[in-house]
């Protein structure tokens, strides 16, 4: 990956007078007219207003900007301020999600009712587990992931290990959504994360100390793109996060999901761990996003937008430090990654409304199935041969055991489901033909 170009120096010293006129009389933006929060690096290759150099435009750019920035309790190594500009467009953005994730989806329906919204989210939780985990390099499918989380089978190899700590870790943060945030929770969830994956266990559950190596980022080409700040400020610098994360800092209004993006840039800038500093980054943001009351935001899996673009989300990193702690540029990004997570949600939610509405149409002389039978008769149409399991359909939709075997015994009984034995356990296939016997009854 290439590095961004850092930008100019934007003294008043290196302009002259002449210039410094003719960019004021220019009257530029902060951002674009479509509000896009450009960096130099693109800004430089762009043709720059008519009388105006490159320089001179980035100049002007950054003087805008400045009357909008508001400095963040984050700091660098150097003891420097990361900011925040508040533009339209991140408003904007914001309020599109309060707007998407504040209603209820769908809660007139019987989809998203309480019998059926456990499905909806174990699905979303593997979705993240999973993708969060690729994001990191491990390789797994997620067919076979999704059948390991389901079946409830230990992992074979380290890859599906770190599938399963993801699914944990977020698991763990739903149910410390109601804490506040501190160093031992922080610590906790990295523990979750790595457990079993690392090459030097002492590592798990622990922060970084002066006595050893200092990790660094590195892109994908071995190149060092970020070094984070010392091991000896790290107990100071996580409570610092933790305060800022339960609202103590700063002293205004932070908009609870900037809040959100800027606690998942600060882990990831201070990298206080060996090992797990992104999965942990993307836990604490669900955290908090569920801290604050955004339910929905369970169901959204960020991942899986950040592993479409890896390049573009390291990018983020990059501007912001490049540009003088300039945090915009992350928010922005993240903004743009959960909205499209949302717009991902509302389509899956459609999707499975019109499936169940096609198998309500072919069980009409069935009465009495409940949601979760009816959940697994459309996966079982779209995937012949597929087997369940009495453990497996308990997880999936998060009831007991006795729950899930009475659901398939019933369908067996109904010839909706065959039973097979394997070993010492009860296993279920849909018949070669169900839509035709779902039809014929």
Same mark, same amino acid.
């Given at each position: 990956?290439?590095?961004?170009?850092?930008?100019?120096?934007?003294?008043?010293?290196?302009?002259?007078?002449?210039?410094?006129?003719?960019?004021?009389?220019?009257?530029?933006?902060?951002?674009?007219?479509?509000?896009?929060?450009?960096?130099?690096?693109?800004?430089?290759?762009?043709?720059?207003?008519?009388?105006?150099?490159?320089?001179?435009?980035?100049?002007?750019?950054?003087?805008?900007?400045?009357?909008?920035?508001?400095?963040?309790?984050?700091?660098?190594?150097?003891?420097?301020?990361?900011?925040?500009?508040?533009?339209?467009?991140?408003?904007?953005?914001?309020?599109?999600?309060?707007t998407h994730l504040g209603r209820e989806v769908g809660s007139?329906?019987?989809?998203?009712?309480?019998?059926?919204?456990?499905?909806?989210?174990?699905?979303?939780?593997?979705?993240?587990?999973?993708?969060?985990?690729?994001?990191?390099?491990?390789?797994?499918?997620r067919t076979v992931a999704k059948e390991m989380i389901r079946?409830?089978?230990?992992?074979?190899?380290?890859?599906?290990?770190?599938?399963?700590?993801?699914?944990?870790?977020?698991?763990?943060?739903?149910?410390?959504?109601?804490?506040?945030?501190?160093?031992?929770?922080?610590?906790?969830?990295?523990?979750?994360?790595?457990?079993?994956?690392?090459?030097?266990?002492?590592?798990?559950?622990?922060?970084?100390?002066?006595?050893?190596?200092?990790?660094?980022?590195?892109?994908?080409?071995?190149?060092?793109?970020?070094?984070?700040?010392?091991?000896?400020?790290?107990?100071?610098?996580?409570?610092?996060?933790?305060?800022?994360?339960?609202?103590?800092?700063?002293?205004?209004?932070?908009?609870?999901?900037?809040?959100?993006?800027?606690?998942?840039?600060?882990?990831?800038?201070?990298?206080?761990?060996?090992?797990?500093?992104?999965?942990?980054?993307?836990?604490?943001?669900?955290?908090?996003?569920?801290?604050?009351?955004?339910?929905?935001?369970?169901?959204?899996?960020?991942?899986?937008?950040?592993?479409?673009?890896?390049?573009?989300?390291?990018?983020?990193?990059?501007?912001?430090?490049?540009?003088?702690?300039?945090?915009?540029?992350?928010?922005?990004?993240?903004?743009?990654?959960?909205?499209?997570?949302?717009?991902?949600?509302?389509?899956?939610?459609?999707?499975?409304?019109?499936?169940? $509405?096609? /198998?309500?149409?072919?069980?009409?002389?069935? #009465?009495? !199935?409940?949601?979760?039978? +009816?959940? %697994? =008769?459309?996966?079982?149409?779209?995937?012949?041969?597929?087997?369940?399991?009495?453990?497996?359909?308990?997880?999936? $939709?998060? /009831?007991?055991?006795?729950?899930?075997?009475? #659901?398939? !015994?019933?369908?067996?009984? +109904?010839? %909706? =489901?065959?039973?097979?034995?394997?070993?010492?356990?009860?296993?279920?296939?849909?018949?070669?033909?169900?839509?035709?016997?779902?039809?014929?009854?």
């Amino acid at each position: 990956m290439k590095l961004p170009q850092t930008p100019p120096p934007t003294d008043l010293k290196g302009l002259g007078v002449g210039a410094m006129l003719r960019v004021v009389a220019a009257g530029i933006p902060a951002t674009s007219p479509t509000g896009q929060y450009r960096h130099w690096e693109t800004m430089r290759r762009m043709k720059a207003p008519e009388g105006l150099s490159p320089e001179e435009w980035w100049w002007g750019t950054k003087i805008a900007r400045s009357q909008l920035l508001k400095e963040l309790p984050l700091r660098d190594g150097a003891g420097r301020n990361f900011r925040l500009a508040m533009t339209d467009r991140l408003w904007e953005m914001l309020h599109e999600i309060d707007t998407h994730l504040g209603r209820e989806v769908g809660s007139a329906d019987r989809l998203f009712n309480e019998a059926t919204r456990t499905r909806y989210l174990v699905s979303s939780l593997v979705e993240e587990a999973v993708t969060s985990s690729q994001l990191e390099g491990a390789v797994t499918s997620r067919t076979v992931a999704k059948e390991m989380i389901r079946s409830g089978r230990p992992p074979r190899t380290i890859d599906e290990r770190m599938v399963l700590n993801n699914y944990e870790a977020i698991n763990f943060v739903r149910e410390h959504r109601n804490d506040p945030l501190t160093p031992e929770l922080v610590v906790e969830i990295q523990a979750i994360l790595t457990e079993g994956t690392l090459d030097d266990p002492e590592h798990v559950g622990r922060v970084q100390i002066p006595s050893e190596e200092r990790v660094r980022v590195e892109d994908f080409d071995g190149l060092v793109v970020h070094r984070p700040p010392g091991a000896a400020e790290l107990p100071e610098r996580m409570q610092a996060m933790c305060d800022f994360a339960n609202g103590v800092t700063p002293t205004g209004f932070m908009h609870p999901v900037a809040r959100s993006i800027l606690l998942h840039l600060w882990l990831a800038y201070d990298h206080p761990f060996a090992d797990g500093n992104g999965r942990t980054a993307r836990a604490l943001f669900y955290w908090s996003m569920l801290h604050e009351g955004y339910w929905l935001a369970e169901y959204l899996s960020i991942s899986t937008i950040l592993r479409k673009a890896p390049i573009r989300y390291a990018k983020s990193f990059l501007y912001v430090e490049t540009d003088e702690n300039d945090a915009t540029y992350f928010v922005l990004s993240q903004l743009k990654v959960v909205r499209r997570s949302i717009d991902g949600l509302y389509d899956y939610i459609e999707r499975k409304r019109g499936e169940i $509405h096609e /198998v309500e149409a072919l069980l009409r002389s069935h #009465d009495g !199935l409940n949601y979760r039978q +009816l959940a %697994l =008769l459309t996966h079982a149409l779209r995937h012949p041969g597929h087997r369940y399991s009495f453990q497996g359909h308990a997880r999936s $939709h998060g /009831v007991v055991y006795q729950s899930a075997r009475t #659901d398939l !015994l019933a369908l067996a009984d +109904l010839g %909706l =489901l065959e039973r097979h034995k394997m070993g010492k356990q009860f296993v279920f296939t849909a018949p070669a033909a169900l839509a035709d016997v779902l039809r014929s009854d």
